[in-house]
């Protein structure tokens, strides 16, 4: 009886199946075989009749262990014992029968070889062992990502960390991987079949229990139709379900500061381990809802519930820059390889038109900076100019903005180390804690029909540092995913029907105070108008960066309702002769709420640089000094969606060609409508979106006219009438993104079996991006022209000819002044906003792959596989509309001739142009428990090219200087990591009673047995960076400009101090781009090894009760991993200064299970 493992085609559910034929010992088919499976945990029974052709099928299985026994009149009864059914994976279990009486039965133990023989994706199941026993920082599943070919754990998404604003705290070590090449928020979770997306982020929503775990997949590569809406992995977890008998688990997890290792930089320091006290907690139990009403044919049911408690207490311990008092008083002698100049200086340079000069700051013989003085000839009006004397980096006083000083200086923490990066160590206690809880009901109303109702849901309060002593900030983060499954067999078991429906919804409260006064910002000179005007919270302190320093923290406040998603799906299966057919559909609403409250103003070296020479010069902090501000990003806004659908049907046969070839053929249509921002009721539909293909501006909804006299103010129409380019939206819903109707994806794949250990498969399939960043999207016009909720401005404080010397005030820098009607500009033209092109369209992929699969004897597979893939219409952000070419003008002007469009400001936008291409050679080597010792090795040698971006809004990865000439972007992603390896085993050792070696000593083997030894090692290649240069240097009104190369960009012993060869890098010279590529740098190797040793305790109150003792150490042989952190900014002071570690410091976990 051959026994051949497929990952299963019906519907993206949680589930597996069992397929087979049936024929006589002659290889005569046998219709009408009855086929019972049996469920080896609670009982549950499901039959099957096989068809004219032998065959039968078993869809929508549950994953776990099984019996399955064949009958046939005139013959011997078969069965097979202990079969195993992961998440997504068809069994093909044939039988053989020969002749005899139906009562004779023949009971075999079923294979343990695991090669695919009926379908070509990829993906790697991660079975309840290593789920449970493999060292999990945090007891998140996540981390267990990586041990799949083609994941690469770099994560270059806007919540690379995975928290904050985005979606709470991290509990453990967080993984937001990029798989085959795709971006990091192109992969899509499920939970038991059913969406469980943070959508607004593209990560998890609802994290499961561990120990409610039954297993869980990441597959990619589907030659199912089934799947779909992702271009990268699909994470589907199946929860584990009530057995006849009561059982369970109870367990504390300890971690504390006495157990970890010091960090690599407090240690350096001289200060030891910061205060840390963790616990967590929980238990889970299983069973029958009615004790032993498990007669034959009547209805069964069963319950599991599960809980889990996380408590944590950490201090912060993050190393910042902070100024000094000295520098805060103008004297930035440190700045030792930087001069910084006088922007109260500037003028025309008459030698070269279009071109200003500036004065270096000047002292006298004793270092003292030199007096100012106005009205100077060749100088224009209002210029404040130091006499000729030595050039040095003090300010003189009088120049010194103290208002904005004292506003920096109110919290400023003094300087307590001395170390490369940092000169403070944040320890602002973090504290975090979570509920989670589970619930799951089955039930069996017949032998051909079954339903399971599910509801996991979690609660997250936290206090988090940071990176400013003092200052804390406060998340509620909650959210819960209910669904509801029912499945119908009939026609002989060749007919299944299943339906469900789910609801998904996370959402995070986000609070960002000061340890300052909340009206810090009135007594320095903010303007009222800009710092007091928020619908919610009233007033709000401005956050303040400058370069080179660690900001100072502002006010913020968010509530973003990451998910709100209703899901109904559907699935049919239909056997018929040799082919299993599948059709089904999955309609999902898809929408977001969100008040989002901040202000944001930035400092740059471009005010207080060498406009004509910039290289070595400019100092953000100098520019704060003066107040000449550089940009600046303002939000009031109420931001609600509606609309928002993600549709997707589909239609697939598998076809059994031959006893050897199965061939899968399916076509799917994946549809998604965009979500339409705002409402009548939320008053919010007032904004408008730009088209640069057209240079048209389109608004939603067309509000009154502005009347200031009568308290008419944003949203409104200056005059009345619409300017000229100024269309409304030709959608009658007010929608102004288009939506994509050409999401056709065909499939195919082929699985030959070569010999009966040897599968030959290959298969082609186009994929769309359904999910990613689609409830992001139409955020990103929110409160734009002709309301004023959402303001941007970048490149400010460059000279003009109108304006040589800066204009723009740091205290309102939106010229918002004391009006008591706030108006919009007379044109939308002149903001600068997070732009889409309307003509948005779903990104695809084109994906392949070819590959063998190797069973090596009874227990283990070789795989090896080549996979590429070729992606289309990703989104590609950056500024646009920005001058072709580089030099003098002014880039902000209202009207530039320079521009494509002359008449619209360069601004933020994205486009659907964006292109990505793959190529790798997987390996991948799997034992299954034998012997005690199960393990997975992996390795990955890959290489994913992309053009300027690796994710979305030009926030992800972007890093675009030439916007015409985007082959000039083309490189390697940021993710991109040429060399994965990891490997994880789980080993019970061979010591104690009823293992290898064992003792005839009772005392012997209560000390020696029952040992488990497990750990999970990781080698990589370092990710890839890239060295900029800060301010609008070509003068095109960008923001994103490389530094030139000049020599070797690596240092001949990296250190921390320099990371990389700081002397190898410049300022590219005014007017020009730089000529270092983009992400043409690495980090160095990275290391891991996390280990754990388990001793298991039997007590003699049942056959599975015992107590587990567990001891886990995370970066178990304390390597530190050099680089993080690091400065690749050329004119910032910590240029080349890596001052965090990659990885955390040794941490060790204690833990007791009771198992029950």
Request: aromatic share 10%.
């Amino acid at each position: 009886m051959a026994v051949i493992y497929s990952p299963a085609a019906f519907g993206q559910g949680g589930t597996g199946a069992i397929n087979g034929t049936i024929t006589d010992t002659s290889g005569a088919v046998i219709p009408k075989a009855r086929v019972t499976l049996t469920n080896t945990a609670n009982g549950a029974e499901r039959s099957s009749l096989s068809n004219e052709t032998g065959t039968y099928v078993f869809p929508g299985v549950i994953p776990g262990t099984y019996t399955l026994a064949c009958s046939a009149e005139g013959f011997m009864s078969s069965k097979i014992e202990a079969l195993k059914i992961e998440v997504n994976q068809t069994v093909t279990q044939d039988f053989s029968l020969s002749v005899g009486a139906t009562k004779q039965e023949v009971t075999v133990q079923a294979s343990a070889v695991h090669v695919e023989s009926s379908t070509a994706e990829l993906g790697t199941a991660i079975a309840t062992r290593e789920v449970n026993d493999l060292p999990l920082n945090g007891r998140n599943f996540l981390q267990l990502l990586s041990l799949t070919p083609g994941v690469s754990p770099i994560s270059t998404a806007q919540n690379a960390s995975g928290g904050g604003a985005w979606g709470g705290n991290t509990i453990g070590t967080f993984s937001f991987p990029s798989v085959n090449g795709q971006c990091n928020r192109c992969n899509f979770f499920l939970l038991d079949g059913f969406n469980n997306d943070q959508a607004f982020m593209g990560m998890v929503g609802n994290t499961p229990i561990i120990d409610g775990m039954q297993e869980f997949k990441v597959q990619s590569h589907n030659d199912s139709s089934a799947y779909g809406g992702a271009l990268g992995g699909l994470v589907n977890v199946a929860t584990k379900v009530g057995t006849n008998e009561y059982h369970g688990d109870v367990w504390e997890f300890l971690r504390n500061n006495a157990l970890d290792a010091n960090n690599f930089f407090s240690n350096a320091a001289g200060n030891p381990t910061v205060p840390y006290k963790q616990n967590q907690f929980g238990g889970v139990i299983g069973g029958p809802i009615i004790p032993g009403h498990f007669r034959k044919g009547a209805p069964k049911s069963w319950f599991f519930a599960a809980y889990e408690g996380y408590r944590s207490v950490r201090a912060n311990s993050q190393l910042i820059n902070v100024p000094t008092q000295q520098e805060l008083g103008g004297d930035l002698s440190a700045l030792t390889n930087t001069q910084i100049y006088n922007p109260w200086s500037t003028r025309p340079d008459p030698a070269k038109s279009g071109s200003y000069l500036r004065d270096p700051f000047m002292c006298d013989g004793g270092g003292n900076p030199l007096p100012v003085s106005t009205g100077l000839a060749g100088y224009p009006a209002g210029s404040q100019i130091q006499a000729a004397g030595t050039p040095c980096n003090k300010i003189p006083s009088s120049l010194i903005n103290t208002s904005l000083v004292n506003y920096i200086k109110a919290d400023l923490p003094p300087p307590t180390v001395n170390l490369p990066g940092g000169n403070v160590f944040d320890l602002t206690p973090n504290r975090i804690r979570q509920d989670t809880a589970s619930l799951r009901l089955d039930h069996q109303f017949s032998e051909n029909t079954s339903a399971w109702l599910r509801y996991t849901g979690f609660t997250q309060p936290d206090k988090f540092a940071v990176g400013w002593p003092g200052t804390t900030q406060a998340l509620f983060d909650h959210g819960y995913q209910g669904a509801v499954s029912v499945s119908h067999t009939f026609g002989g078991g060749s007919k299944v029907l299943t339906g469900g429906f789910s609801r998904n919804s996370v959402q995070t409260n986000y609070v960002s105070r000061l340890g300052v006064p909340s009206n810090l910002w009135q007594t320095v000179g903010f303007s009222p108008a800009y710092a007091a005007i928020f619908h919610t919270s009233g007033q709000l302190n401005p956050n303040v960066n400058y370069s080179g320093f660690n900001n100072r923290p502002g006010g913020h406040i968010q509530n973003t309702h990451m998910s709100n998603i209703y899901e109904g799906k559907v699935d049919f299966t239909w056997v018929r002769g040799r082919h299993t057919m599948q059709m089904g559909a999955d309609i999902q609403t898809n929408n977001a709420e969100s008040p989002i409250e901040y202000i944001d103003e930035g400092f740059g070296p471009a005010q207080t640089s060498n406009l004509e020479s910039p290289g070595g010069t400019g100092a953000g902090l100098a520019s704060l000094l003066l107040g000449v501000i550089d940009n600046a990003d303002y939000r009031n806004v109420h931001e609600t969606e509606h609309g928002g659908w993600v549709d997707g049907w589909y239609f697939q046969d598998s076809w059994k060609a031959t006893q050897k070839l199965t061939v899968n053929i399916g076509m799917r249509y994946d549809l998604t409508l965009w979500p339409i921002y705002g409402s009548l009721a939320d008053k919010n539909q007032y904004v408008g979106d730009m088209d640069l293909d057209k240079g048209q501006y389109i608004v939603a909804r067309v509000p009154q006219a502005c009347d200031a006299a009568n308290g008419i103010g944003a949203p409104c129409i200056p005059g009345g009438t619409l300017p000229d380019h100024v269309i409304p939206t030709p959608f009658s819903n007010h929608a102004i993104y288009h939506n994509t109707y050409d999401n056709l994806g065909p499939r195919l794949g082929l699985a030959y079996q070569l010999r009966p250990n040897t599968i030959i498969r290959s298969a082609f399939g186009k994929f769309f991006d359904n999910w990613g960043a689609t409830t992001q999207l139409a955020q990103n016009y929110e409160a734009t022209w002709p309301d004023i909720g959402q303001l941007i401005e970048n490149n400010r404080n460059y000279p003009t000819a109108a304006n040589p010397l800066p204009t723009v005030n740091w205290a309102d820098p939106f010229n918002a002044g004391g009006a008591a009607v706030a108006l919009p500009g007379p044109t939308p033209f002149n903001q600068v906003q997070w732009f889409i092109d309307p003509r948005v369209q779903n990104a695809y992929s084109l994906q392949w792959n070819l590959g063998i699969q190797q069973a090596l004897g009874s227990s283990t597979v070789l795989e090896a596989d080549y996979v590429g893939q070729h992606s289309s219409r990703l989104n590609e952000g950056g500024n646009r509309n920005v001058a072709v070419t580089p030099g003098p003008g002014d880039p902000g002007a209202a009207v530039d001739p320079r521009r494509p469009i002359p008449y619209i400001t360069p601004t933020f936008y994205d486009k659907s142009i964006g292109k990505a291409s793959y190529n790798a050679f997987q390996f991948k080597l799997r034992r299954n428990t034998s012997k005690g010792l199960s393990y997975i090795v992996s390795y990955t040698w890959s290489k994913v090219i992309n053009l300027g971006c690796d994710g979305f809004f030009g926030a992800e990865g972007c890093f675009v200087q030439q916007v015409y000439n985007l082959k000039s972007d083309r490189s390697v992603a940021g993710f991109d990591i040429p060399h994965l390896f990891s490997a994880n085993a789980t080993y019970d050792l061979p010591f104690g009673p009823g293992r290898q070696f064992s003792s005839d000593s009772k005392a012997l083997n209560a000390i020696i047995g029952h040992w488990s030894l497990n750990g999970i090692l990781t080698l990589r290649s370092g990710e890839p960076f890239s060295v900029g240069a800060s301010g609008d240097i070509a003068n095109i009104g960008g923001n994103s400009e490389r530094a030139n190369i000049v020599g070797s960009p690596y240092p001949a012993n990296r250190t921390i101090a320099q990371y990389i060869n700081t002397s190898a890098f410049q300022v590219p010279a005014q007017y020009t781009f730089g000529n270092s590529g983009r992400n043409a740098y690495r980090l160095g190797s990275f290391s891991n090894i996390d280990m754990s040793l388990m001793r298991e305790f039997p007590i003699p109150l049942g056959e599975a009760t015992r107590l587990q003792f567990r001891a886990e150490a995370f970066n178990a042989i304390n390597h530190p991993v050099q680089g993080g952190c690091l400065d690749t900014t050329v004119q910032d002071t910590n240029f080349g200064i890596a001052n965090c570690t990659r990885n955390t410091e040794r941490e060790v976990q204690f833990a007791l299970k009771l198992f029950f």
